[in-house]
C-alpha cells in the first residue's frame, strides 16, 4: 500500500519557520520525483516545489523563492521543505505527492501525478 505523510506543520508567528516531512512507502522512493503543494481555504491547490527523484534538481514557486528549501534523504523516503520568514499568506494545508515523470510537476500537469498523500496545516499569525 502506498503511503505518503506530511508532518511538521503547525501554529507559528510571521517571520518564523517550520520544517515539513513527507515521509513515503509501498514505492521504490529513489525513482520518484517529489513535490509539496498547499491549498487555502477557497483558493485553488498550487504547487510549491518539487525535487528530482536523485535530488540534484529542484523548481520553487515565484511566491516562495528564497525562503522555502526542498531536500531529500532517499535512505530515510523522506522529503523536506524547510520554511523560513513565513508570511500569513503561506497559510494553508501542504500536502505531498510523488510521481515517476518529473515533468508533471514542472509541466503543471497536476491531474496526472500518481500518489497524494493527506495533508499537513500551517497557520501563520500576523
Known amino acids: 500500500e502506498v503511503q505518503l505523510q506530511a508532518s511538521g506543520g503547525g501554529l507559528v508567528q510571521a517571520g518564523g519557520s517550520l520544517r515539513l516531512s513527507c515521509s513515503a512507502s509501498?514505492?521504490?522512493?529513489?525513482?520518484?520525483?517529489i513535490g509539496w503543494f498547499r491549498q487555502a481555504p477557497g483558493k485553488e491547490r498550487q504547487g510549491v516545489s518539487w525535487?528530482?527523484?536523485?535530488?540534484?534538481?529542484?523548481s520553487y514557486a515565484d511566491f516562495v523563492k528564497g525562503r522555502f528549501t526542498i531536500s531529500r534523504d532517499n535512505a530515510k523516503n523522506t522529503v523536506y521543505l524547510q520554511m523560513n520568514s513565513l508570511k500569513p499568506e503561506d497559510t494553508a494545508v501542504y500536502y505531498c505527492?510523488?510521481?515517476?515523470?518529473?515533468?508533471?510537476?514542472?509541466?503543471?500537469?497536476?491531474?496526472?501525478?500518481?500518489?497524494w498523500g493527506l495533508g499537513t496545516q500551517v497557520t501563520v499569525s500576523s
Open positions: 505527492a510523488a510521481d515517476r515523470d518529473s515533468s508533471h510537476f514542472s509541466g503543471g500537469i497536476y491531474w496526472r501525478i500518481k500518489y
Open positions: 509501498g514505492f521504490t522512493f529513489d525513482e520518484y520525483a
Open positions: 525535487i528530482s527523484s536523485s535530488g540534484d534538481s529542484a
